[in-house]
């Protein structure tokens, strides 16, 4: 068995058996299929620059290169509005828009943005990237409004605070606003409703005591810009209980001015009957294209 054992040590068949299993390298590993995550930032920022906001937030959860290029000024300067800096200034203020990344911008559009002491707003529309503004109550001119025989601020659920008219004979609210407007084509609006609501037993209910005198004549709505356009329309108020837009006309900016100059008015002069149980909102300006 000893004989056995050494003669197979000593064979040189068995070494060079040993010796090709210890030195064989072992096979490859198996090559991995390139991915999205394998894209440059560069290349994947030029496909979501052709995308709308939406869909960009949603692709910047794929992986780190989509995230990353999320982020690049060149893809949501696009879709700010081309005077985006004078939109900042006038509503923020001096200094902000060299603090901010162009996707921060765009965040801050989006919102809600008060300014002129709490009397306006604005805001940029996701779906369209036209600019939004709503002018509240306490920001018009309204005739009478310091006589609380006529008129009186009341707050309500769907707004901070309205102006509710009880009865008057000469009715005229007038405003006027600068403001650096992108090129388009705007409405103006006057957010009306008949009738004073509130709650009772958790549901809304609508108080039409002191309506009347708005089916005898129209009401006359006018706008003027400082290009010298003008627009006019007028209606019968009617419906009451619900918040209706009523359309004053449309304007158009050309791009031409840094801003636009608007002044508008809503009047029921006739003195032959009063007016009252109206509750005045805001005035909004809208893209035309906006539903």
Known sequence: MGATLSSSFADPNVYSLVGSLCLQPSPPPPR???GLG???????????????????CRLAKLNRAFRGASWADF???S??????EDLIRRVFGDGLEDKLCKREVYTRLCRANTFDGGTKKAWLDKRT????LCIASKGLAITGIDDRRYWNHIPTEESNSVAYLQQIWWFEVNGQFEFPFPSGTYSLFFRLQLGRASKR?????CNTEHVHGWDIKPVQFQLWTSDGQYASSQCFLDDPGKWNLCHAGDFVVDGTNSSTK??????QIDCTHTKGGLCLDSVLVYPIHVK
């Open 38 to 56: 394998d894209l440059p930032e560069s290349c994947v920022a030029l496909v979501l620059e052709c995308l709308n906001p939406s869909e960009i």
């Open 262 to 267: 608007l002044t508008f008015s809503m009047t």
């Open 75 to 77: 893809v949501w300067e």
């Open 32 to 34: 991995t299929k390139p």
């Open 201 to 205: 037993f958790g549901r809304r209910i």
């Open 79 to 84: 879709k700010l509005p081309v005077n985006y």
């Open 129 to 132: 990237g036209g600019i939004c």
